[in-house]
């Protein structure tokens, strides 16, 4: 597979990483294909299945599989990215070949998480699962949940490998998203929701934002803004905004997004322990949010 530089790179815009809808403790197929559905028609760039905010780790295999399957099907032609985990390195292997008879735009690949591997360790992970891969790797450089930190000149070394073109980005580190950034072959997309106008603002491709399924057309023009280099009307649009990204994460992902879906008609409140409901002081002050009325 030929490189993709980040100016070429489909990995721009508004990316959702959808949630898993639940119904009695199964996944909830329905919910998510009209969710999908409803979504795509919103200006957003394309859809992330299985991440974090999709609770993939209380996914079995076959569940995670059947949730790609409903996620594509519903997409209306928009790329669908893939997201996995593991520590093991030759069952991630495996999970990667797996995958490579859907039609994805990438897979979302964080560090191995709990063994805490050093930098050398960190480029053999990426480097051989990028190999298994029949498709692009998105970096997922979350170190608050895999106990790994990716150095700057790792991230620089992995960039050279041709299946390897954007980082979501949620390590916190200001410089070194600069410096992705300044370098210019990763494509880099805001991980942290409350980072996006920033990141955004200092060139970035885009985001991978939980809170945009809610009211995305307002996150697709705030993009589109910071895309632009308008940054008065973008301002004007993040701080409008701001309120309800920070309620979104007031508690545990993706609790207080599901609560607000849930209230919406969308789907149940309802996760997979040891994930719990947002809690009831939480859900009140969500629904005094402007603009979160059902819909």
Same mark, same amino acid.
């Given at each position: 597979?030929?490189?993709?530089?980040?100016?070429?790179?489909?990995?721009?815009?508004?990316?959702? @990483?959808?949630?898993?809808?639940?119904?009695?403790?199964?996944?909830?197929?329905?919910?998510?294909?009209?969710?999908?559905?409803?979504?795509?028609? &919103?200006?957003?760039?394309?859809?992330?299945?299985?991440?974090?905010?999709?609770?993939?780790?209380?996914?079995?295999?076959?569940?995670?599989?059947?949730?790609?399957?409903?996620?594509?099907?519903?997409?209306?032609?928009?790329?669908?990215?893939?997201?996995?985990?593991?520590?093991?390195?030759?069952?991630?292997?495996?999970?990667?070949?797996?995958?490579?008879?859907?039609?994805?735009?990438?897979? %979302?690949?964080?560090?191995?998480?709990?063994?805490?591997?050093?930098?050398?360790?960190?480029?053999?992970?990426?480097?051989?699962?990028?190999?298994?891969?029949?498709?692009?790797?998105?970096?997922?450089?979350?170190?608050?949940?895999?106990?790994?930190?990716?150095?700057?000149?790792?991230?620089?070394?992995?960039?050279?490998?041709?299946?390897?073109?954007?980082?979501?980005?949620?390590?916190?580190?200001?410089?070194?998203?600069?410096?992705?950034?300044?370098?210019?072959?990763?494509?880099?997309?805001?991980?942290?929701?409350?980072?996006?106008?920033?990141?955004?603002?200092?060139?970035?491709?885009?985001?991978?934002?939980?809170?945009?399924?809610?009211?995305?057309?307002?996150?697709?023009? %705030?993009?589109?803004?910071?895309?632009?280099?308008?940054?008065?009307?973008?301002?004007?649009?993040?701080?409008?905004?701001?309120?309800?990204?920070?309620?979104?994460?007031?508690?545990?992902?993706?609790? @207080?997004?599901?609560?607000?879906?849930?209230?919406?008609?969308?789907?149940?409140?309802? %996760?997979?322990?040891?994930?719990?409901?947002?809690?009831?002081?939480?859900? &009140?002050?969500?629904?005094?949010?402007?603009?979160?009325?059902?819909?």
């Amino acid at each position: 597979m030929p490189a993709v530089s980040a100016s070429s790179t489909p990995f721009q815009g508004l990316w959702i @990483p959808l949630v898993t809808p639940f119904h009695d403790g199964a996944v909830d197929h329905p919910s998510l294909a009209r969710m999908t559905k409803k979504l795509a028609g &919103q200006g957003i760039a394309g859809f992330v299945a299985c991440g974090s905010t999709g609770e993939a780790a209380a996914l079995d295999k076959a569940e995670q599989l059947a949730v790609l399957e409903t996620v594509l099907d519903a997409s209306q032609g928009l790329p669908v990215v893939m997201g996995l985990s593991g520590y093991h390195l030759g069952q991630t292997q495996e999970w990667v070949q797996t995958l490579a008879r859907y039609p994805l735009a990438g897979l %979302l690949v964080p560090a191995p998480h709990y063994i805490r591997p050093s930098q050398d360790g960190l480029l053999l992970w990426f480097r051989a699962l990028a190999d298994a891969s029949a498709s692009p790797l998105v970096i997922y450089d979350i170190p608050y949940r895999t106990g790994a930190t990716l150095a700057t000149d790792t991230l620089l070394a992995l960039a050279e490998h041709p299946r390897i073109c954007a980082i979501k980005d949620c390590g916190g580190n200001a410089a070194k998203t600069q410096a992705l950034i300044a370098d210019g072959r990763l494509a880099v997309l805001a991980g942290e929701d409350a980072q996006m106008f920033t990141t955004l603002a200092l060139g970035g491709h885009g985001a991978i934002a939980a809170s945009a399924h809610w009211q995305a057309p307002r996150f697709v023009a %705030l993009v589109e803004l910071l895309r632009a280099g308008d940054l008065p009307e973008a301002r004007r649009a993040w701080q409008a905004l701001l309120p309800w990204v920070e309620a979104c994460f007031a508690e545990a992902n993706p609790a @207080p997004l599901k609560a607000v879906l849930a209230h919406a008609g969308w789907m149940r409140n309802e %996760l997979r322990a040891p994930m719990t409901a947002a809690s009831a002081a939480l859900e &009140q002050r969500l629904q005094a949010l402007p603009g979160l009325s059902p819909r």
